[in-house]
């Protein structure tokens, strides 16, 4: 049985930064990542990273903006976001799967964290 714990939103000003934890119990998992979702919209994929950190992924939106990263030692995976916009603001759910590769699609992950709320003010 594998749980996802998601810790670090809240609320900042624009150009602020945040840094999110998923804490993972049970089993290491192949691949970690990193989905957002506001209402009324389909959950959209931001970061993902393989289990030895080789490959990263983000969607265009984000990069050079966040980073992701894991410690395996602790099973946690992080996303540091810096330089945050108003667009950024959702609920940011971590995820974990046994896919081969980084992959955008929800289906591709097994299991998820609660969410944590991230508000960007203007």
């Known amino acids: 049985q594998v749980q996802l714990v998601d810790s670090g939103g809240g609320l900042v000003q624009t150009g602020g930064s945040l840094r999110l934890s998923c804490a993972a119990s049970g089993r290491t998992l192949a691949v970690m990542g990193w989905f957002r979702q506001t209402p009324g919209k389909e959950r959209e994929f931001v970061a993902a990273i393989t289990w030895g950190g080789a490959k990263t992924t983000y969607v265009d939106s984000v990069k050079g903006r966040f980073t992701i990263s894991r410690d395996n030692a602790k099973n946690t995976v992080y996303l540091q976001m810096n330089s945050l916009k108003p667009e950024d603001t959702a609920v940011y759910y971590c995820?974990?799967?046994?896919?081969?590769?980084?992959?955008?699609?929800?289906?591709?992950?097994?299991?998820w964290g609660q969410g944590t709320q991230v508000t960007v003010s203007s």
């Open positions: 995820a974990a799967g046994d896919t081969m590769a980084t992959s955008p699609q929800v289906r591709d992950y097994d299991y």
